[in-house]
């Protein structure tokens, strides 16, 4: 696997001046969240280093990607290709930079929608995506505020402004951003 020097230099090289800027900012703040809630600081730093190594390619190159990794693509998928960045990414964290854990791929592949049932390292990257410090949406306040006190509430606030976001674009919901949202009011204790 590349050590994490290498990987900022790929992302360097292949992202917009800001867009390199948010990735270190999503690694530090992930690492923050994985200090405050005893998960992998080594795995939850690389994750959010390159979460968005798959953004700024086009959308025909991210479609044909996930195409030649045999993921299926559905007609969500296909009207809106950005959707898929993090799979994608995944796809070059693993063929390109040669990471294996399946924690840090999946973390990277679902950032962007979220899931059902997600797990620490899942959380902390959508939720360090999300507050990190150079975001400044209407909310953002709160929602850091949230992700302080308990992952859950805060995702399913994420989730929520997520959905009014695509709403208010007119845009398709994607089926995993629901069953993430609905996972969460499902089995909240
Ligand atoms: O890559 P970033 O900009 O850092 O953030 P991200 O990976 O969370 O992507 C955010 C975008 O993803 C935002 O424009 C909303 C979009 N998105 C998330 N869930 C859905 C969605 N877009 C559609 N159409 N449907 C979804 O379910
Ligand atoms: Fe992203
Ligand atoms: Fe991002």
Not at 40 to 69: P, Q, Y
Not at 160 to 172: A, H
């Amino acid at each position: 696997m590349w050590n994490e020097e290498q990987m900022r230099l790929y992302i360097k090289e292949n992202l917009s001046e800001g867009r390199y800027n948010h990735s270190l900012a999503v690694r530090d703040t992930a690492e923050k969240l994985a200090k405050m809630y005893s998960g992998n600081i080594e795995s939850s730093r690389i994750a959010g280093l390159i979460h968005d190594c798959a953004k700024e390619m086009d959308k025909k190159e991210i479609l044909d990607i996930c195409t030649k990794a045999g993921m299926d693509i559905d007609y969500v998928l296909r009207a809106n290709p950005k959707l898929l960045h993090g799979a994608a990414g995944a796809i070059i964290a693993r063929d390109i930079m040669g990471v294996q854990d399946k924690e840090i791929l999946n973390a990277i592949k679902y950032h962007t929608t979220g899931k059902k049932d997600m797990n620490l390292i899942e959380k902390i990257i959508y939720l360090a995506d999300y507050i990190e410090p150079n975001r400044n949406f209407q909310g953002v306040d709160e929602l850091r505020e949230a992700t302080s006190i308990n992952l859950d509430e805060a995702l399913l606030l994420s989730f929520d402004k997520t959905i009014e976001i695509v709403i208010k674009r007119g845009d398709l919901i994607y089926e995993k951003t629901v069953e993430a949202r609905n996972y969460i009011i499902c089995n909240r204790k």
